[in-house]
């Protein structure tokens, strides 16, 4: 079974560029997540959705950030402008909705953001 | 609010010896517990859950960690570190209560010496 697939690996911008981080959950499942993780920091979550609902983006950005769901499978979180504070990785998460109320998830390997 | 600390932020053992790692939480409610494990340039995987019962759960890679309420701990436990087992590791925590939102700890780095 495959696994959460995002893209870009790693990205490098200048401050005030736009960028857009792209993530495929694992197939079947219902709820994608996308959290931002620090350095040295744990991950923090920006957005959760339950198919293409986003049911808790209380921790997004909304000023910069966006982020979609079309179809309910695969995501894009977009930063525009970026800031230098902005640096940091991005991890897609999804789960089984029946396993989302106990808050198991399904890591991909993150974008990694530069802001310069 | 709810949180979750994990005190050390490095941890050096040697090979072959035993390890624990911290995990305190604080928390209005019922809480799930994990800990997840993250290589470098890798993404998180999970090692172990507790929901409700047995307070001492068996993972993944020779791991358990043992719940323990009146502590407000979920520390994490092995009992010969093997060098593949360096990595950071992560507490989280989640109640049905918060929306099954999951907090994470700040990780702890594991350095494993030969």
């Known amino acids: 079974e495959a696994g959460v697939v995002q893209s870009p690996r790693y990205k490098i911008i200048e401050k005030k560029q736009p960028v857009a981080f792209w993530c495929n959950p694992i197939?079947?499942?219902?709820?994608l997540y996308w959290y931002r993780q620090n350095l040295g920091q744990g991950p923090e979550l920006l957005i959760r959705?339950?198919?293409?609902?986003?049911?808790?983006d209380s921790q997004l950005p909304k000023d910069r950030f966006s982020a979609e769901r079309l179809k309910g499978v695969d995501s894009t979180l977009k930063i525009q402008p970026a800031e230098l504070g902005d640096s940091a990785v991005y991890l897609c998460?999804?789960?089984?909705?029946?396993?989302?109320?106990?808050?198991?998830?399904?890591f991909g390997e993150g974008s990694r953001l530069t802001v310069l | 609010a709810q949180s979750v600390t994990q005190p050390d932020i490095h941890i050096t053992v040697s090979e072959g010896a035993s390890l624990e790692l911290r995990c305190n939480y604080s928390?209005?409610?019922?809480?799930?517990l994990f800990w997840y494990v993250q290589s470098p340039g890798q993404g998180l995987q999970l090692l172990l859950k507790?929901?409700?019962?047995?307070?001492l759960v068996q993972g993944i890679k020779g791991f358990e960690a043992e719940f323990k309420r009146s502590q407000s701990s979920f520390n994490l436990r092995k009992p010969s570190v093997h060098w593949s087992d360096a990595a950071e590791y992560f507490c989280?925590?989640?109640?049905?209560?918060?929306?099954?939102?999951?907090?994470f700890g700040a990780g702890t780095i594991l350095r494993v010496k030969s």
């Open positions: 998460a999804s789960s089984p909705v029946w396993r989302a109320n106990t808050g198991e998830l399904f």
């Open positions: 197939s079947g499942h219902n709820t």
């Open positions: 959705y339950e198919n293409e609902e986003a049911v808790d």
């Open positions: 928390y209005g409610a019922t809480p799930y």
């Open positions: 507790y929901f409700s019962g047995d307070t």
């Open positions: 989280a925590v989640g109640a049905k209560e918060y929306g099954n939102k999951l907090v």
